[in-house]
């Protein structure tokens, strides 16, 4: 049988759990002492040869005795015995089986019911006779015969004895509980059927074998045949107990089950038992599992306060991954680490694997610098306690490093997991491919629009390489996961919204981008079978609200809460409130603030910035609505006049009449006429220039497309003006001046408004110029500030941080003949390309033209390792296997990397030999005493020349600061790992086990049926 031992945290070996004990709580500790616990795992083995005895009181010799406790570091695998129970099929069915027959009909506890019961039919009589075998013999004739007449009697009366003593009598009696009791009745039977069960599993008949059969059929979904399993045992005195009602909880811990917990727990005090802190890690998990986060920090203090139990290492993983969840408050970042903090330093535990892992985890959703070093750090602390990094690890790194869009390195973390052999998954892909996804989204824009740099090659870059990453997992055959497709449809959506934002009038590129994000929200989730959450509604609902398509993103917005049942996440309330702040329509800011009493609703935090970003989104879409508002007007005054000339009102070309009529007002007073204008007055000129010349609703005869007027291109514009008889003096867009080369202009009017004097404010709108010349708003002030608007970019241009802009036709005009002369030979286009051809006169021709890029100078190229060649020019190189790589080299990968060396050798060679300035000057020495030195420098030359790799710092460091010792003995776990891993078995190595495991295996089955028939012999010569 296996016998059941108490479960130590999975990041402590057992002999650092004794340090442990005996550093930080000592003699006085509740349960076992260090010393009966140290002697108890002396007897077992676990501690080392070269174990000394902890010495109390001295500090310094526990921290000694640490480092060398870090040279036996935690075993990771431990033997997880409800998972083997759940894994035996038969027995597990044999369990069902029995759990059903107890729902159905309970045993009876009445003695002999069990002898001809069918539901509980008796065991064979073997096992009857072998335990009547197992009666002590008795040594004197009077006790025999006294036993032989009692049993006379007992047969004589049978059942129906008055005197005869029940079970649950005896039980109480003699203290044994009546599972361990046989009076022939159905319990008896129910309880040897059990315990064989148990036996199968490798369990004893026993409270704690009871515990992890409940524990599995808790686990399995099993809720009702668990309970009756825990009747049954209550019944026959195996309990009930916290433990007990520990496993009965794990069911609806797992579901989310809060109300089924709580009742739990509840029974339990009316029963009398005091919940353990195993029964409210129980109800944690529920709360948890029900996304109830901030009730488990509340029992932790419940648990604290009222059951006066304080937390272990196990509550405080559960508290940190519900923080690590919570996102109903603003400050769980924070918080966590302070728990983190307070567990190790106040409480003493050390932070084992899953602790690090939630941290972790938590950390790594922080964009800020400072959280993702302490990620980082985390990792190595992991690695220094002798905690092997694993894929959730790495897994949590690599999410740390895409926050900010840290592309080298996730692919540094996913090199380093090929080179430690660990395996690569589908979700770090998927995290990859989202770093990919901030890179874009936090490249620097402004910058690549000052050098005129287009950014389309920089997406289609990461996109190659985001399908190609897909391309691998199809490849090879791996299951395709929801989060590896959202993250594509992502990339997808962000570089069409980039695309919109950055290159508005490249509409090719923008209708690419769009069709393949609609290619894959339309068919690439039905093509892998796989259901659309909420992150993937988020992404397409971001990119219809950018392109202001509103009725679809409503209807998809509710496609998702009523028909799928999505509980909506921030991003996606935030892209429709901005969605209908910036669309300029009536009534938009409120369709917006009513999306954001939605997100109080649901419990989202509001944070202050969020609503300064709408004031400021409502803000500048004044603007747009006000245009529309405009448009709205000019059609209507369009169909009032078309109205009005349809009924021929106003249009017969006839005076108004000055007949002396008076019209009366609704009071009987005088309604006074206009005076009659004089015909030499401006306004005379006026009206006659409205009757004759064609209305400006007339200029067009049809509308365009959409129903707004025509009028935007200039052949429109020109046709309109020349028939009100006006000839323009822009006949082409080319004769208007390029404003959108001006950069202080746009700067003026986004910092002052418009320009002091500017003839664009005439009309007396938001930024018309001051009235006057005083006062802190005049035109002395607002001058004075355009003017430090320029002083400031000029100083930016001087200190180097802005490029110089190219010279103007004004400031080429006066110049001194030889400054000008030098332009004109070199074509300088800027001042820093003048000073170069001045400074570097190898670099023009002997005519003064400057040299192409090409005839100057090029690198020599690096290590000519080809296969280390190829992994660097493949993109792809960190996401595949070493197998892929290899693949790839054995074929013509080979023959073309050796091609292209050699062109860019001979390259080099030329360049090299026609290259002057900046020549490196390798002087050789003699045999002297400074021969280190020349070697060391002849090192360094041919590092520079790539033909010598050396490593970044030394491999280990010793006693030069005070961390050194560190990561010596790190590096000396890493040594006593390597010698004691275990070799993968030779094809003999496996044969020889085979045959020895089948050796064993017919030994023990001839073992078994020796001592099987030595107990029927024996049994036939006792009868």
Known sequence: MLATAKRLPKALSPYAQALKH??????????????????????????????????????????????????????????????????????????????????QSPPSTQPHSGKCSKVYPPIAGVLNNELAGLLPPSSSYEHLEQAVSELITFSDTGSTSHGAMTAAELAARVNVPVAYIDDNSEVSNASKELAGILEDFGLEYTEEGLIIVISALSQQQYTSMSRAVFDFACAVGLGPSAELYKALMRHASRSGNVNASMALIEEMKAKGITPRIGNWHELMRAFHQAKDYPAVSQIVDNMKMYANIEPNEVTFAIQLKALAKDSSQLNSLAESIQLFDQMENVYGFIASRPHYDVMMYHLSQSPKPEMRLRCEELAHKMELMGIVWNATTYLNLIRSAQVVGDIAAVERYLSKMRDDGVVVGITHLSWAIQAHVQSIIRADYPAMREKAEDPLPLWLDHLETCFGIYNLVVRRGWTMQLPFVNALLRLCCQATILAMEHTPDQTTTIGRFEEQSNKIWNQTFEEWHLKKDVYSYECYIALLAHQQRIDEAEKLFQEMVLKEDLTPSRRTYDCLIFMHLSSGEEGGTARALRYLEAMERAGIQIRPSFLKKIVRVNNAAGYKRDMKRRARRIMQAREEYLARKEHNRGFNGEPPSTSPTVDVGAEGNPVLTPLPISASSTLAWWENWKRETTSKHELFSEESADGTPKGENFEEKNDALKKLGIISAFPTKDYLQRLDRQKLLPQIRSEEGEVAGSLWAMDGGEFSYPKDGGGPQGWGIRLWRERQIVKREHQKILDGAESVPPLSALGNAARTADVQLDIERSGARTPGELSDYRQYPHHRFDTGALKPVLETAADVPISGELVWQGESRDKLSPYKSDEEIALENDNTFFSELSEDAKEKMNAAVKAMQTKEENALDIKGKGVTRRSKYDYLEKWREMYRHGTLEVPEGPTLRFGRTSEDHKDTMASLVREWYQRNKKKPGTLDDIERWERDSQREKEASVSRRALKKRNRVRRHHKET
């Open 22 to 103: 005996v550093a930080l709580r000592g003699t006085v500790a509740f349960g076992p002492s260090a010393k009966e616990m140290e002697l108890d795992m002396y007897r077992k083995g676990t501690l080392p040869p070269d174990y000394r005895p902890p010495v109390q009181g001295k500090w310094d010799d526990t921290i000694e005795r640490w480092a060398y406790a870090w040279q036996f570091p935690a075993e990771e695998e431990q033997e997880d015995i409800v998972g083997a129970v759940e894994r035996n099929s038969s027995g597990m069915q044999a369990l069902l089986d029995f759990g059903n027959r107890l729902l």
